[in-house]
């Protein structure tokens, strides 16, 4: 027989270690490397990597329901929108159930992967180590790296991104300060929703280039992302059904102070808040 492929996995957050479980299931030989001293990525607040854009108020905007993993169940006492850091802990539950954590290489960052003449992968360690690889999958996330406008002229106050935002108090001390929060995503929403409480900042201004659906977590008692169209619908169908549910439901934009929307409900990515 043939030998198997060994195969090299960057990242131990969820994408990383559930890609171990299902390498590990099928008897594939893997190695998988985490920059970090231990697992969850974005979802390891305030990981020592840098990298994690997790705050201390942060709850997910996907219900347990849709959040778990199929061959793992939530605990049955969750809230339907669990903190952070019961995500981390059913994370680390997981990694530890199936018997993951010993074939994790920590504190070991990839610095360069390269295809060589051969088809396979060079993959080059933190360590200063070249492994060679069958196939290579990248599982390093996408929220670690910030991007921040360039805007011009001169401010003298405090800018920063919202990756860094932890606290009403880190890395900034906002009580009684004017605030401006760009953008209208998901961490825009939270945040403006936590600084602009009353003890909290002075005054709070959102600025967005253009309206959003701002979608509740609940809809009609229950988690809305609960909601699904039955396998025998058409999908443009079931995409009309369900933006006629949410403008029934929600009203105009328009009628929370918000600007109008320039496109239909779930044509692009909801913002979800309450």
Same mark, same amino acid.
């Given at each position: 027989?043939?030998?198997?492929?060994?195969?090299?996995?960057?990242?131990?957050?969820?994408?990383?270690?559930?890609?171990?479980?299902?390498?590990?299931?099928?008897?594939?030989?893997?190695?998988?490397?985490?920059?970090?001293?231990?697992?969850?990525?974005?979802?390891?607040?305030?990981?020592?990597?840098?990298?994690?854009?997790?705050?201390?108020?942060?709850?997910?905007?996907?219900?347990?329901?849709?959040?778990?993993?199929?061959?793992?169940?939530?605990?049955?006492?969750? %809230?339907?929108?669990?903190?952070?850091?019961?995500?981390?802990?059913?994370?680390?539950?997981?990694?530890?159930?199936?018997?993951?954590?010993?074939?994790?290489?920590?504190?070991? /960052?990839?610095?360069?992967?390269?295809?060589?003449?051969?088809?396979?992968?060079?993959?080059?360690?933190?360590?200063?180590?070249?492994?060679?690889?069958?196939?290579?999958?990248?599982?390093?996330?996408?929220?670690?790296?910030?991007?921040?406008?360039?805007?011009?002229? +001169?401010?003298?106050?405090?800018?920063?991104?919202? +990756? /860094?935002?932890?606290?009403?108090?880190? %890395?900034?001390?906002?009580?009684?300060?004017?605030?401006?929060?760009?953008?209208?995503?998901?961490?825009?929403?939270?945040?403006?929703?936590?600084?602009?409480?009353?003890?909290? /900042?002075?005054?709070?201004?959102?600025?967005?280039?253009?309206?959003?659906?701002?979608?509740?977590?609940?809809?009609?008692?229950? %988690?809305?992302?609960?909601?699904?169209? %039955?396998?025998?619908?058409?999908?443009?169908?079931?995409?009309?059904?369900?933006?006629?549910?949410?403008?029934?439901?929600?009203?105009?934009?328009?009628?929370?102070?918000?600007?109008?929307?320039?496109?239909?409900?779930?044509? /692009?990515?909801?913002?979800?808040?309450?």
């Amino acid at each position: 027989m043939a030998p198997l492929p060994k195969a090299c996995i960057i990242g131990a957050g969820c994408s990383g270690f559930t890609t171990a479980k299902k390498l590990k299931d099928l008897g594939v030989p893997y190695d998988c490397f985490e920059m970090s001293d231990n697992i969850g990525g974005n979802w390891y607040y305030n990981n020592p990597n840098g990298h994690s854009a997790c705050y201390q108020s942060l709850h997910i905007d996907t219900s347990k329901w849709r959040l778990a993993f199929e061959d793992y169940p939530v605990p049955a006492g969750w %809230p339907d929108f669990p903190h952070h850091s019961q995500l981390l802990q059913y994370f680390h539950n997981y990694v530890d159930h199936f018997g993951l954590r010993q074939t994790i290489t920590f504190n070991t /960052a990839v610095t360069k992967a390269e295809r060589n003449a051969e088809g396979l992968w060079d993959v080059t360690l933190s360590n200063g180590e070249t492994r060679r690889y069958d196939v290579l999958f990248v599982c390093n996330g996408h929220h670690w790296s910030p991007r921040t406008p360039e805007y011009p002229g +001169h401010f003298d106050g405090v800018a920063f991104h919202s +990756h /860094a935002y932890r606290t009403p108090f880190d %890395p900034v001390d906002v009580r009684g300060k004017t605030v401006v929060v760009v953008g209208m995503g998901n961490s825009a929403m939270d945040i403006a929703s936590e600084l602009s409480q009353r003890p909290l /900042a002075g005054k709070l201004i959102v600025s967005a280039r253009r309206g959003v659906w701002v979608l509740p977590k609940y809809m009609n008692g229950r %988690p809305a992302d609960k909601a699904a169209m %039955p396998p025998w619908m058409p999908r443009k169908l079931g995409l009309a059904l369900a933006r006629q549910t949410i403008k029934k439901t929600l009203g105009a934009m328009e009628d929370y102070g918000l600007p109008k929307p320039d496109h239909e409900p779930l044509e /692009a990515h909801p913002s979800v808040s309450g």
